[in-house]
Structure formats: C-alpha cells, structure tokens
C-alpha cells in the first residue's frame, strides 16, 4: 500500500471530480445523504467554492481515481480548512495529513497567519487527527444564523 500511497498527487479540483467528491463527502459526512436540509446540498458546496476562492479547492489523486479532497478559505485575516475527506479505504496512509499540508502551504503563500477549522464536538477521531497535526482547540465559542432562504430552514 505505501508504494500506491507514494503516487499520491494532489491538484485543483476540475469540475470532472464532482461526482468522486460527492461520493468522498457522502462517506466522510453523513448529513450529505440527508436531503431534507437544503443547506447540505453538495452540488451547491461545490458551485459555491468554485465561485469564490476555487484555487483552494483540492482533490488527491491516486492514477485517475479521486481519493480525497480539501477546501480552503482566506479573507485576508484569518484561513479556514473545511470538508476534508478521505476514501474510508485509504484512511489512515497519510492522505489526510497531506492534504492539509497542502492546503496550509497555499493560504501560507497568500500571507495567511491562522488557520482555523471547525469539527463536531462528539468526532473525538477528527479532533484526535487534527491534534496530531499541531491544532488546538481555541478557547472560543462558535456561533451562526441561517442567512436568505435558508434562514427557515431547521437547524443543522
């Protein structure tokens, strides 16, 4: 396995990876399957980010095939890393921390002093993950409001 770990390569993402990115998203996030929350439309993530900052949008690629994907955020005061995931097969060879270095390493170019993410409070293997990786919990509480046609929505 760490010989096929070793062909990893990791680019932008191109709109041919939508459906691999999904599917990665769907394992990795189980509110992706629900459909009843309008907010947790993959599709409309995906055309969101490639409106806004789609450089930092990322997939990791083993041959042709889609095995993980990362997106990054910067406002020019703070980063944020948002919807890592990893084929659940593949987890556990490095592709995870890869792709955070990698995304660290483009927001570090673009002059980004802090990077921030957010994880589920009950993921205690997420949170376990990104402590490996150097990341602290901040001592902030986040807060957040449904804005336009998602502000009726239920909470999620």
């Known amino acids: 396995m760490m010989s096929t770990i070793a062909a990893l ?92 270095a990698h995304v660290e390493a483009a927001l570090t170019a673009l002059g980004c002093p802090k990077l921030n993410l957010q994880v589920l409070s009950a993921k205690n293997d997420v949170r376990a993950f990104y402590e490996a990786l150097g990341y602290r919990a901040d001592e902030v509480v986040s807060f957040g409001k449904r804005l336009g046609e998602l502000a009726d929505s239920s909470r999620g």
């Open 9 to 100: 390569s990791i680019r932008r993402f191109d709109a041919r990876d939508t459906d691999a990115v999904i599917a990665l998203w769907r394992q990795a996030f189980p509110e992706y399957r629900d459909a009843t929350k309008p907010q947790r439309n993959p599709r409309l993530s995906i055309a969101n980010k490639l409106a806004t900052q789609p450089e930092l949008f990322f997939v990791a690629v083993l041959g042709e095939r889609v095995v993980g994907t990362v997106m990054g955020g910067y406002d020019g005061h703070r980063g944020w890393l948002y919807s890592l995931a990893v084929d659940e097969s593949l987890r556990r060879h490095g592709i995870g921390s890869r792709l955070v």
